[in-house]
């Protein structure tokens, strides 16, 4: 493959990314946040832009929550123990909530819904409504951790005499692992933030502390959406 074919390559896989909506709202994201954590609550310019971010993102998930909602909806992968489905299905119930709500915040800050004291409240229920939601996550993580790690010690103890990595299953795991052990840090650091927005902590969670943690919570999502490398191959 001669170099102008590599990079034309390469060029359809930024084509690819950002032609996903998901995939600019988390850059937008990641210039809100990193905005916050520049102007660390001052007013300036990394204050303005922050703030005319969120505005600007709240757009991308118009109607976004029916994603979840089809979600809430849908059968769980049988086998699937109770608790988790319990905590699946309440954080889909939660993160639904959150971007249903997070519509009528965006109609208030337009200036199309009026009352600005309801919008604000709503405003709050809405960010305790991700904040349970990334709860939830974390602990569905947890769980299917503790459950993908007890299916590789049984699957090691079979594979005692060969060499574990050469095998496709184990690496599969291995590879569902490192996923959700990611999500997991992700949705940990997502709760940070959260309660720094709704500054619950505010002597501890200081805007500076908020918009780090969304920065870096951000460039996970935008990881996390890249096409996988096997994928980009086969395409």
């Known amino acids: 493959?001669?170099?102008?074919?590599?990079?034309?390559?390469?060029?359809?896989?930024?084509?690819?990314?950002?032609?996903?909506?998901?995939?600019?709202?988390?850059?937008?994201?990641?210039?809100?946040?990193?905005?916050?954590?520049?102007?660390?609550?001052?007013?300036?310019?990394?204050?303005?832009?922050?703030?005319?971010?969120?505005?600007?993102?709240?757009v991308f998930r118009l109607f976004k929550f029916v994603n979840d909602l089809h979600g809430l909806i849908s059968p769980t992968p049988q086998g699937t123990p109770l608790p988790i489905i319990l905590l699946g299905k309440s954080k889909n119930a939660l993160l639904s909530t959150f971007l249903f709500l997070?519509?009528?915040?965006?109609?208030?800050?337009?200036?199309?819904?009026?009352?600005?004291?309801?919008t604000e409240l709503i405003g709050?229920?809405?960010?305790?409504?991700?904040?349970?939601?990334?709860?939830?996550?974390?602990?569905v993580e947890?769980?299917?951790?503790?459950?993908?790690?007890?299916?590789?010690?049984?699957?090691?103890?079979?594979?005692?005499?060969?060499?574990?990595?050469?095998?496709?299953?184990?690496?599969?795991?291995?590879?569902?692992?490192?996923?959700?052990?990611l999500a997991l840090v992700k949705a940990g650091m997502d709760i940070v933030v959260a309660v720094g927005l709704l500054q619950l902590a505010p002597k501890k969670v200081t805007p500076r502390v908020t918009g780090g943690f969304g920065f870096v919570t951000s460039l996970i999502s935008c990881y996390q959406l890249l096409p996988s490398p096997t994928k980009s191959k086969t395409n």
């Open 1 to 58: 493959m001669s170099t102008l074919d590599a990079t034309r390559a390469e060029l359809a896989l930024v084509v690819l990314y950002l032609n996903k909506a998901e995939a600019r709202d988390k850059i937008c994201r990641a210039i809100q946040y990193g905005s916050k954590f520049l102007s660390n609550g001052e007013p300036g310019t990394a204050q303005n832009v922050d703030k005319s971010t969120s505005l600007a993102r709240k």
């Open 124 to 139: 709050r229920i809405s960010l305790f409504c991700w904040m349970g939601s990334s709860v939830c996550t974390s602990l």
């Open 142 to 181: 947890l769980a299917e951790l503790g459950r993908l790690s007890r299916s590789m010690k049984k699957l090691e103890k079979e594979l005692k005499n060969t060499d574990k990595y050469q095998n496709e299953a184990y690496n599969d795991k291995l590879k569902k692992s490192n996923e959700r052990s």
């Open 102 to 118: 997070d519509q009528i915040v965006w109609l208030g800050r337009s200036g199309i819904y009026k009352n600005k004291e309801r």
